[in-house]
């Protein structure tokens, strides 16, 4: 049973929605309920492989997806959720994407090949009015093919910037993109932006809202977000900062 109100009651024909599904995960749909989630982890996976206890609720079960677009974007347990690909892909509608690593491991998973698109960078995908492209992200040697996001949808810009370092010198892609939202991972452990560089790189990109991720699921990933609220009036006063509760709808 799923604990979020996913309907597109009320909203007009160029209006997304934003749900945030906790630690990275998103879903955003349009009126017409086109679906494109990014790194939902629903699961305990993360438990039984490596010890992470979930503490956040588990909101939408794996059924309830119904994804047009699933995308990952490295094979991390909290993006490539293990035990949540192999329910989701039983829909027949969902078209899988990532960057090579995740590619190989939906192949290995049994998920029929013409469901499954790699996503690499300068080279956009098109699919039901939505295009998606990889760009830079830097997560280190254990994810040497991490990638960021840049989504459109309903001529709504998204960038998320995925798990990275800070490399502000590599994200032009971003930068030219101009997205209307940016969407961080701000925890500042494993290598992800700390809430200082979370601010300049929304700064960076003259993003109009930037919602923050990657907290309030493991003891062990940390994250500050009254210290990114601080750092967002410092580095980028003209972006507005959404903070999401887990589940929230933020129509845009």
């Avoid at 956040?56 to 119904?66: A, D, G, M, V, Y």
Wanted: aromatic share 10%; charged share 25%.
């Amino acid at each position: 049973m799923s604990f979020i109100d996913l309907s597109t009651t009320n909203m007009k024909d160029d209006d997304i929605a934003i749900f945030w599904l906790g630690q990275a995960g998103f879903l955003i749909k349009d009126n017409k309920n086109t679906t494109v989630v990014i790194d939902p982890y629903l699961s305990d996976c993360g438990e039984r492989i490596r010890g992470f206890k979930r503490l956040s609720p588990k909101l939408i079960t794996p059924q309830e997806l119904q994804a047009d677009v699933y995308i990952t974007t490295h094979n991390h347990f909290d993006h490539f959720d293990y035990d949540t690909i192999p329910i989701a892909s039983s829909n027949a509608k969902t078209q899988f994407m990532g960057p090579k690593s995740c590619v190989d491991l939906f192949l290995e998973m049994g998920i029929k090949k013409e469901k499954v698109n790699l996503l690499a960078q300068n080279k956009p995908v098109a699919h039901k009015g939505i295009t998606i492209q990889a760009v830079f992200a830097d997560h280190g040697a254990l994810a040497p093919d991490a990638i960021g996001i840049l989504l459109t949808m309903k001529d709504k810009k998204i960038y998320i910037a995925g798990d990275t370092a800070y490399r502000p010198d590599k994200i032009q892609d971003a930068i030219d993109f101009e997205p209307d939202v940016i969407i961080l991972s701000i925890n500042g452990k494993f290598g992800n932006l700390n809430p200082e560089e979370g601010a300049r790189y929304a700064n960076l990109c003259n993003a109009k809202i930037a919602i923050p991720c990657h907290f309030w699921t493991f003891i062990e990933h940390g994250g500050d977000v009254q210290s990114f609220s601080e750092e967002m009036e410092k580095h980028a006063p003209k972006c507005k900062v959404k903070f999401m509760c887990q589940g929230e709808k933020f129509i845009y």
